[in-house]
């Protein structure tokens, strides 16, 4: 239902900071994020113009959340925002944050992306940044629903899977632990065998590409030798 005075505290909130993409307020009593159909100005080539990124976004959280509440709830809906409610901590701080809730949170992100891809949907990016982590009621929520973006001739879903576990080696911990939990709970819904044997594929057909990202492992780019170490973990699976 619509909330008159929702609006008009989202519209002083984005009033006080007129070019912040997402931003935060709290309105009786409870935390919300506003997110703007504005550019953030990084990554032009991988990513739609901000409009386009925006109807996008709008119209997969509505489509995901019809099937499974793994999508922000989105509270109010304007031409050029929307508000949400909070829905926890990103999934990179919880180590820090919430240790004692860290194996429990990665397995339950897991099984959260399975249970997305059963449904025959796509995340796009599932980075640990836009996982979030409620530690009140130990649920999982996916964030920043803009990505559509593609290069390569690949189901999304599997590519959601590659993505995930890259992004866990860009936080570059000393240890698997925690990835090995997401894998476990991956696992545990019907249907992944497929899209890990998709993967590892796809790997193994995109050979000249990954030996590319070995090489210049001595670079030190981040994010090439995460592909590397996401490689070698995903060849590693069975």
């Known amino acids: 239902m619509y909330d008159r005075e929702m609006e008009k505290a989202a519209r002083m909130a984005m009033d006080k900071q007129p070019k912040k993409r997402v931003l935060s307020f709290t309105y009786q009593d409870a935390s919300y994020f506003i997110k703007r159909s504005l550019s953030n100005g990084r990554n032009r080539f991988a990513k739609q113009n901000a409009h386009t990124a925006y109807l996008t976004e709008v119209y997969k959280i509505g489509l995901v959340n ?22 926890g901590r ?3 701080r919880i180590v820090k ?13 897991g099984v959260a992306l399975a249970q997305l891809h059963s449904y025959g949907l796509h995340h796009g990016r599932p980075a640990l940044r836009d996982i979030a982590w409620n530690p009140a009621t130990r649920s999982i929520t996916f964030l920043d629903w803009e990505n559509e973006m593609k290069f390569f001739h690949i189901d999304g879903r599997v590519l959601d899977l590659f993505l995930f576990i890259h992004s866990y080696f860009r936080e570059e911990w000393p240890e698997n632990n925690l990835l090995d939990q997401a894998i476990e709970g991956y696992r545990s819904v019907p249907g992944w065998e497929a899209r890990l044997s998709e993967l590892q594929h796809f790997i193994t057909g995109h050979g000249i590409v990954f030996g590319i990202c070995r090489h210049l492992i001595k670079t030190g780019w981040i994010d090439v030798v995460s592909v590397s170490k996401a490689e070698a973990y995903i060849r590693g699976l069975s």
């Open 66 to 87: 019809s099937r499974i509440p793994l999508a922000p709830a989105i509270v109010l809906l304007g031409p050029d925002y929307f508000v949400m409610k909070a829905s």
């Open 97 to 109: 944050e919430y240790p004692q809730d860290a194996a429990e949170a990665y397995h339950k992100a």
């Open 90 to 92: 990103p999934l990179q």
